[in-house]
């Protein structure tokens, strides 16, 4: 598993359009050997503006948007079209702006009254249902999974020292007492992030540079569970200036 490759923008806007190009580009190539694009979004406003950035692409009009299958890598347990879901907001941003098939688009669960633990157990099934003979851990393997990252270095909702990052059975777990609000979420668990042949962090801020920089030089994934998540093929931490402060410069520099 190669290390991970680390691309920096002058700011989070430049960011978003950088991280927008290559999604259209990496789902092009996807499409182009017949196959059903599998992408894994994340949350947050970093992201937000990134789905913003794809819908306002004039390149958008290059992916088969009827070929792409999304799932969600977590999710706030709210109430169907509560704003502050991570479906509603792509929906917002992206997929009510494109040809999506409503069949090839997964949301985890909302909060019907169920227990958390139900509608994760729920999306570990949906999971499930669409993984081949080819793929493991009880999901499809995913091209893209995308991933923001919090100032305490959580991605998803897998968050510093709790539970959740102990699952290595399910794919996805119910999340209780999430620091960050809501504090009910689900999550994608280590085992299924881990299966993408491309992850992307996309990370802007300088409230994110130390867990950037903790994630990059070997913490381990139960102080910052960014350091848990790896693509299969190529890991890429996509940053603007302000996230990369706190790189070391023998990681930051290109390599001779
Ligand atoms: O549900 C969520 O909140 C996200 O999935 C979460 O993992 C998010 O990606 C990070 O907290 C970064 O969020 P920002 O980009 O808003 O800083």
Do not use: C
Request: charged content about 20%.
């Amino acid at each position: 598993m190669s290390s991970p490759s680390i691309l920096v923008n002058r700011d989070a806007e430049g960011l978003a359009h950088a991280v927008a190009a290559r999604l259209i580009t990496r789902l092009v190539d996807v499409q182009s050997s017949g196959k059903v694009a599998q992408v894994v979004l994340t949350g947050g406003r970093v992201a937000a503006v990134v789905y913003r950035a794809v819908a306002e692409s004039p390149a958008r009009s290059a992916i088969d948007w009827r070929r792409v299958e999304f799932w969600w890598g977590d999710e706030r347990f709210l109430p169907e079209g509560d704003p502050e879901r991570n479906e509603t907001q792509a929906w917002d941003a992206l997929l009510s702006h494109v040809d999506v098939d409503p069949a090839l688009v997964h949301p985890m669960p909302a909060d019907t009254g169920q227990a958390p633990e139900a509608a994760a157990e729920e999306y570990v099934a949906t999971l499930a249902a669409a993984a081949g003979s080819g793929d493991r851990d009880g999901v499809p393997t995913f091209d893209v999974l995308m991933l923001g990252v919090g100032p305490d270095g959580h991605v998803a909702s897998l968050f510093p020292e709790h539970a959740a990052l102990h699952e290595v059975e399910r794919s996805s777990v119910a999340v209780h007492g999430a620091p960050k609000p809501p504090p009910t979420r689900i999550s994608l668990s280590f085992p299924a992030l881990n299966r993408a042949h491309e992850v992307w962090f996309v990370v802007a801020g300088d409230d994110k540079a130390k867990a950037v920089r903790l994630a990059l030089s070997g913490a381990g994934p139960r102080h910052i569970p960014a350091a848990g998540v790896k693509g299969l093929n190529r890991t890429l931490w996509l940053l603007d200036e302000a996230a990369a402060t706190d790189i070391p410069h023998e990681i930051r520099a290109p390599r001779t």
